[in-house]
């Protein structure tokens, strides 16, 4: 009699209940993206409002602000490489106070591409800009991100930009992208915030998980089956060997 196969069967029950916890926490985090879609959806739908009603709020992420910046068309503006439809160009970024908000606002004025030379004119100004923008969270850099020349950056960084700007106080943590022109009469400038990125692959990587967990279920059957399985019975020689006359 073969002996049970332990070990291959509490390293199969292991691996078995790896792989379905694996599909059930990727179902999860497939109703927690849903979630999340339709919230930034609801986010967006909603109108614009003043930035102390949306900025000081638990959830900001794609709410609509509307607010006034003073001198705005012709503030300073650092430069933000960026890729817009597949085009290279930059993001100018330039701070703004808006009336009766305790802190400063870095709006994001919109992508310039690369084949455009001009910029907009700077100088002190304090002509308000009215803006309609979108409010999203700013991470941090990474650790791999290149570091900024003078006033050219490779990554946002609201705290840097804000010092090259010669920004004092505090400043908001988030980037207000403007889907107003600050500068209409100047058409290189393409207000717009960008797509909003989730991936949602979820479901594909829980059917994943499942189907290895299937798999692995239906080669342990056919293993066990077979260790267990008595060896068919071996017939001696001379039982097989016919009985010749003598």
Known sequence: MRRFPWILTIASA????LLVWLGVWQVQRLQWKQDLIAQAGAAA?????????????ADVEFRKVSLTCPGLASAPYVELQSIQAGQAGVRLISACRHPGYGQTLLVDRGFVADVVSARPPTWASATPVQLVAEVRETPAPGPMALAAEGRRFYARDNAAMARALGVEGPVAPQTLFALTSSNPDWLALSPSAPPAAFSNNHLGYAITWFGLALTLAAFYIALLRRKLTPPPAVKRADDDREERPS
């Open 14 to 17: 292991l691996l078995l209940a």
């Open 45 to 57: 739908s909603l109108p614009p409002a003043a930035p102390s009603e949306v900025l000081d709020a």
